[in-house]
């Protein structure tokens, strides 16, 4: 989602905030723009569409000037048009804004009235054209911002320029991230410290509420009602080095294909080599053993491997477990239970919901624990007690290798948990944690043989709509396989628990519509779903089942396609079975042509509720 960064420099800044914008793309947008001061004058350029598009701009008309600010927009107020992208701009202040101000219409209605002009069907333009009312009334630059901020209602964070001001950035965080980077000689502002890595090491992440005013030399921050305060200047660990494809066509197959580094990596981290046990910090545990409840809240992809994870803490950890979406949990004032744990998972940590819902349970005195896997991030910084990811960065909008690894780390907690809630055995331990230590290679397998998924991917691809189905554990890999086919491929697509299918989506199958069912001989349940798919053909529709050897065989006379995979462990094969439908989204993808690492309309990290 949006992305912002803000430079006062001595260097020619132009270059500096498209590199910039281009570590910002991961986040997903739809239209991009910087704006610089030049001789004291606020010079603009944006593009619609793609950075390429700005950068071609850029080459027939470069800005000049060493403060400026960049932004890549992805629309919540107008259309992705040149006129929408940001900075927003009068002649004297230039604004570029992540997040949404709720009463823009008010404020427009009242600046309309003082005759101001509004090109836009923006939210962010209230913003340019309210510093600039207070500007012409006679206010300093920070006077003027801090007098509009205070008007500003919703979730944003900005960055901000003056005409005439070549030592002055001004940034605002409410609500939505934003870091400053110390250079030498040159400060900045940005969405996230990965921008920032590349110029510099030296982050500080504001708090919300928190203004910024930053020049070369120095960044003073205030709280909201101006009170100086001081904040953590900390060394980044993220890396400056650019992430590329490498030899791969897109993101979205090279993250798929690192699945087994990156998962080995996650589970190399709970697992110790030499004892074979796994290692979950004692805090969490104690916290884990104690609970009376544990409630897991994500969002879209994290989602679903929260609802894997579900299975596996109260099967096997018996501890009852409660699971909502973040957008829905924050609003619905959950009772929660004395000594519970809230356990939040999320690639970005930045993602809204989710951390709204964090400090929902933080003021129901919940223990907080999240996995995250992008560090330094704010659902980190906020919550009590934290697991990471070893994913990397993951830049395809379709998240693949962070869930993988997500459900990694979730099937460790889970197994740690169950081994100090006694609910298994040393035997039953020594063979899931097995299991989990087998996962990359047999991931690897899945990977390097994907020749029939890719050969049915083209007929995957001609279809309208597409039901993926599964049960226990592998239902929400089917909804995961729906949400990923939809997402890169834009066929309607839904995935659905094996045994509902006959209350409602058995209504539109005919043989026009494929049907992909996961489903392992292996399965305890496997016998159970054989009978959906048989009544799912007997109703003329096509299946693509994605089994082993033992579960292909059963039901060679009933399916269309089979992808076979080898036998795994029934308690780690939500995380594998996971893999083939990944792969199939992307084919299918590549056969229809879509962006696939940019899918429309979407964003990596939604900082926007
Ligand atoms: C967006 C992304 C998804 C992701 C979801 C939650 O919708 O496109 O890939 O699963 O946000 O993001 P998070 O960063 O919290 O995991």
Redesign the pocket.
């Known amino acids: 989602m949006c992305g912002i960064i803000g430079i006062v420099g001595e260097k020619e800044a132009t270059p500096l905030l498209v590199e910039g914008l281009k570590r910002l793309e991961y986040r997903?947008y739809d239209s991009s723009g910087i704006a610089t001061l030049s001789n004291g004058h606020i010079t603009r350029c944006r593009a619609k569409g793609k950075l390429a598009n700005l950068e071609k701009k850029l080459e027939k008309k470069s800005l000049e000037g060493t403060t400026g600010i960049g932004h890549t927009r992805w629309a919540t107020h107008g259309a992705p048009t040149e006129d929408n992208a940001h900075p927003h701009a009068t002649e004297k202040v230039a604004v570029v804004h992540n997040g949404i101000i709720e009463n823009y219409a008010t404020l427009k209605a009242e600046l309309e009235k003082l005759q101001c002009r509004f090109e836009t069907d923006t939210d962010t333009e209230v913003i340019a054209h309210l510093i600039t009312h207070y500007l012409k009334q006679g206010m300093s630059p920070q006077d003027a911002a801090n007098t509009a901020l205070d008007r500003l209602e919703g979730a944003f964070s900005l960055a901000i320029i003056f005409a005439g001001e070549h030592d002055l950035l001004i940034g605002a965080r409410h609500g939505t991230p934003l870091a400053i980077g110390y250079g030498e000689g040159e400060m900045y502002l940005a969405s996230d410290s990965y921008a920032l890595a590349p110029l510099t090491k030296k982050i500080c992440f504001l708090e919300d509420g928190d203004r910024v005013e930053v020049r070369r030399q120095s960044a003073k921050i205030y709280t909201n009602d101006n009170k100086p305060v001081t904040r953590e200047i900390r060394i980044t660990a993220q890396s400056g080095a650019n992430t590329g494809k490498g030899a791969y066509s897109h993101f979205m197959l090279k993250e798929i294909h690192e699945q087994p580094a990156v998962i080995g990596d996650t589970l190399n981290s709970f697992i110790n080599p030499s004892t074979g046990k796994i290692h979950i910090p004692e805090e969490i545990l104690t916290a884990l053993k104690k609970t009376p409840r544990l409630t897991l809240i994500?969002?879209?992809?994290?989602f679903y491997a929260c609802q894997v994870a579900k299975y596996w803490f109260e099967q096997i950890a018996r501890v009852p477990c409660e699971i909502d979406v973040a957008s829905e949990f924050r609003y619905r004032e959950a009772p929660m239970p004395k000594g519970g744990v809230a356990l939040f998972?999320?690639?970005?940590?930045?993602?809204l919901d989710?951390l709204e819902a964090l400090r929902y349970c933080k003021k129901q005195d919940q223990t907080i624990l999240s996995i995250v896997n992008t560090i330094e991030s704010t659902i980190e910084r906020e919550s009590d007690m934290v697991l990471h990811t070893l994913a990397g960065p993951e830049i395809a909008?379709?998240?693949t290798k962070?869930?993988t690894c997500q459900m990694a780390t979730l099937a460790c907690l889970a197994l740690a948990t169950a081994k100090i809630n006694g609910s298994i055995n040393a035997k039953q331990e020594q063979e899931m944690t097995m299991a989990l230590r087998h996962i990359p290679a047999t991931a690897a397998k899945i990977i390097s043989d994907d020749s029939a998924i890719k050969e049915i991917a083209q007929d995957i691809g001609k279809a309208a709509y597409v039901l993926y189905l599964g049960r226990g554990s592998l239902f929400p890999v089917a909804m995961e396989g729906a949400l990923k086919l939809k997402?890169v491929s834009y066929i309607y697509a839904e995935g659905y628990a094996a045994g509902e299918m006959k209350h409602g989506p058995i209504a539109l199958i005919d043989e026009n519509v494929p049907i992909v069912a996961l489903s392992p001989g292996s399965d305890p349940l496997f016998e159970k779903t054989a009978s959906n798919i048989q009544e799912a053909v007997a109703r003329g529709g096509k299946v693509l089942l994605i089994s082993d050897a033992e579960g292909a065989g059963k039901l060679s006379k009933l399916t269309k396609w089979n992808v076979e995979l080898g036998h795994v462990h029934p308690f780690v094969m939500p995380i594998l079975y996971t893999i083939p439908v990944q792969l199939l989204a992307y084919y299918v993808a590549i056969t229809k042509g879509t962006d696939v690492d940019q899918p429309r309309n979407?964003?990596?990290?939604?900082t926007v509720e």
Request: net charge negative; charged share 10%; glycine share 12%.
């Open positions: 997903g994500a969002c879209g992809t994290a998972v999320s690639q970005s940590g930045e993602t989710t909008v379709a998240s962070a869930t997402e979407l964003a990596k990290s939604v």
